[in-house]
């Protein structure tokens, strides 16, 4: 981890991040030269019109899609660069997904959706079933542990979804449209439910939503259209900014 010496306490730096896609003869500019950082802990919402580049970047930080240009670096290290290999361990060791389809594999319970993934990292049979349980109740599904998804409501699945990428212990959350399936209410639950828990375990968050009622939820928000930032505000009664222009300068 960065120490706290360090003047800057960023976890994530974006720099001069383009992605291209080809399609035939056409080129669809998905990203355009983005740059910015985000503090460890931070909070940030990615919001934009459908087609501006969300799951794009995300798709980048997550390291399941490689960029056109420009730097990646996580805790200092750029998996722009890293081989297919060094990726691979990068998403096992430092992050988690959750996507708007919650992803659950429908022949496993709940506490076996959790425990499958910390069979790839632990060995202990007991620390597995611990850690699953401990997180099944952090999101309040205890009593619903041995409950296969097909018996579980949309939110009851996406807490399923939630504790199964914290019981990881990543270091970055990443979260692509997490309400898409859900009622505005259920959907409000989750993603409050989703910024208590990063605020007591310190997680840093990049949630992609259209849902501008979320926004109460985050830290900053980063606004993307075709691809390029148009604004980066901070959420924060410290240093709240209504200028895209000065986008990071709000974090200093
Ligand atoms: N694999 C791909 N091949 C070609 N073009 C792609 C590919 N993935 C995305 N694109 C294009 O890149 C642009 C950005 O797509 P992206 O999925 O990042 O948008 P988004 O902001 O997540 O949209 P939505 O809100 O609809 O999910 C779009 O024009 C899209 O058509
Ligand atoms: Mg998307």
Redesign the pocket.
């Known amino acids: 981890m960065i120490s706290h010496h360090k003047d800057s306490n960023s976890i994530i730096k974006i720099s001069n991040l383009t992605?291209h896609?080809?399609?035939g003869d056409m080129s669809?500019?998905?990203?355009d030269n983005i740059s910015f950082t985000v503090d460890s802990g931070e909070i940030v919402f990615i919001m934009?019109?459908?087609?501006?580049?969300?799951?794009?970047?995300?798709?980048l930080i997550g390291g399941i899609?490689h960029p056109t240009s420009g730097s990646i670096e996580i805790l200092g290290d750029d998996i722009a660069q890293y081989s297919d290999k060094e990726l691979t361990l990068y998403r096992k060791k430092r992050l988690a997904f959750v996507f708007q389809f919650y992803s659950l594999i429908p022949t496993l319970t709940a506490r076996e959706n959790v425990e499958l993934v910390l069979e790839l990292t632990l060995r202990k049979r007991k620390d597995i079933s611990k850690l699953a349980e401990e997180h099944l109740t952090l999101v309040g599904l205890e009593h619903r542990m041995d409950n296969f998804p097909f018996q579980l409501s949309g939110g009851e699945r996406q807490r399923v979804a939630i504790a199964r990428a914290l019981a990881k212990s990543p270091d970055i959350l990443l979260i692509?449209?997490p309400t898409g399936q859900l009622d505005q209410k259920t959907g409000n639950n989750i993603v409050s439910l989703i910024q208590k828990i990063a605020k007591e375990k310190n997680k840093t968050v990049l949630l992609?939503t259209?849902d501008q009622e979320l926004e109460c939820y985050a830290d900053r928000v980063i606004t993307?259209r075709s691809?390029q930032i148009v604004s980066d505000e901070s959420k924060s009664l410290f240093s709240k900014t209504e200028d895209g222009a000065v986008s990071n300068a709000a974090n200093i």
Do not use: C, R
């Open positions: 992605k896609y080809k399609l669809v500019n998905a990203l934009g019109p459908s087609g501006s580049g969300k799951t794009t970047l995300i798709n899609d692509d449209e992609v259209h993307l691809g």
